[in-house]
């Protein structure tokens, strides 16, 4: 008996093929096409596909393809740059809020009607909560008053952003400038975005193949130069279990996968999504708990209490000892007395070390009599 293919669940009801749907989508959003370009290359290859089926698959599925590509991100560096720029819809002026870190890498992005304060709000409200950005140490801005404004309002809503160092070097941000390239020269082709729901799904489509091009991603079995880009998208869209290692190239949807695995558990593995506990952390990460407090957690597994203050305009970080040798409520209190001591204008690094000699000398003094 002819057993009926089983398709992924967001493929049910389609006339075309996955794999049809996710070439389209994946050269449309990496590459300087149009519609129409697709729809005259697809015809080479015996498809005939119009292009309005074409941009309705890319607004139904770069969400999706968003979303599974986020099970595989690399977390980025704690120093932000954030710049925006516009973006022409239905012939009027949007923004395209975005940040890179210090090493260019993307942080995140958000397109917006206006240039004022509550969308500069927006865009930072978004951007800490992502998983693999975390929350920023530092940000570098330009010279518009309504992202000052913006980040000085957020201080009052949440207290961690008031341990955020916020810069306005204007050299520094030239890495996020250049970044905006990328955006403008795919945006080139075509003939205009008619609206804004349709600008914020393609501009999102085209933010994730240039983190893909930039390789933000940890894929399984994945090495530099070992795959092309058609293989790196099958492991992102279809996980396969890190401990089972495919035999053979893998399909472009879940039949193809499926096959090699031999458990059902391994098949069941595959719809499960990934925790931060499924892999070893690669990178240090920091907890806030208010007023500057931070954990840090390294790879290794260590966490520590720690306080970046400046003192008489040097940058200097103030230790409170090892969790869980040092609970959270010692370490609030050992944070509230090195903000008194702050508030009064003496150095608690400065003054735990007078402390700190002083035992030792009473010490001493009891060893020799």
Not at 196 to 219: C, P
Not at 265 to 270: L, P
Not at 320 to 325: K, L, R, W
């Amino acid at each position: 008996m002819t057993r009926a293919l089983v398709r992924d669940p967001i493929y049910l009801h389609r006339k075309f093929p996955p794999e049809t749907i996710e070439q389209c989508v994946r050269w449309y959003i990496t590459y300087r096409l149009s519609y129409r370009d697709l729809v005259a290359m697809m015809a080479e290859q015996g498809v005939a596909v119009s292009h309005t089926t074409i941009m309705r698959w890319v607004l139904r599925y770069v969400p999706e393809y968003e979303r599974r590509w986020a099970r595989h991100a690399r977390p980025v560096h704690s120093s932000w740059r954030m710049d925006e720029t516009s973006v022409s819809v239905r012939g009027g002026n949007h923004y395209l809020y975005r940040a890179v870190d210090k090493h260019g890498k993307s942080v995140d992005s958000l397109l917006c009607t206006s240039r004022g304060r509550e969308a500069a709000q927006a865009f930072f409200r978004a951007a800490v909560t992502r998983v693999e950005s975390g929350w920023p140490s530092k940000i570098n801005v330009d010279g518009h008053a309504a992202t000052h404004l913006a980040l000085r309002l957020l201080r009052r809503e949440d207290n961690r952003w008031q341990s955020v160092h916020v810069r306005g070097i204007r050299y520094l941000n030239n890495i996020v400038e250049q970044d905006h390239r990328a955006i403008k020269r795919r945006c080139a082709p075509m003939l205009g975005l008619k609206t804004f729901r349709t600008a914020e799904t393609t501009l999102a489509g085209i933010e994730l193949a240039h983190r893909i091009r930039k390789g933000q991603f940890q894929l399984p079995y994945f090495h530099d130069g070992q795959m092309c880009l058609k293989q790196q998208w099958k492991l992102a869209l279809y996980q396969v279990p890190e401990d089972i290692r495919p035999t053979c190239s893998l399909g472009t949807h879940a039949p193809s996968i499926a096959p090699e695995l031999k458990s059902r558990r391994a098949i069941e593995h595959m719809d499960k999504p990934r925790t931060s506990e499924d892999k070893p952390r690669r990178y240090p990460s920091k907890t806030f708990y208010g007023g500057g407090l931070y954990q840090l957690m390294l790879p290794s597994g260590g966490k520590y209490w720690r306080y970046n203050y400046r003192h008489n305009g040097k940058a200097r970080t103030l230790a409170y000892g090892v969790f869980p040798d040092v609970s959270l409520q010692k370490a609030r209190a050992r944070h509230r007395e090195a903000k008194r001591l702050l508030a009064e204008g003496v150095d608690p690094s400065t003054k735990r070390q007078e402390i700190v000699q002083a035992a030792r000398f009473r010490l001493l003094g009891h060893l020799l009599g």
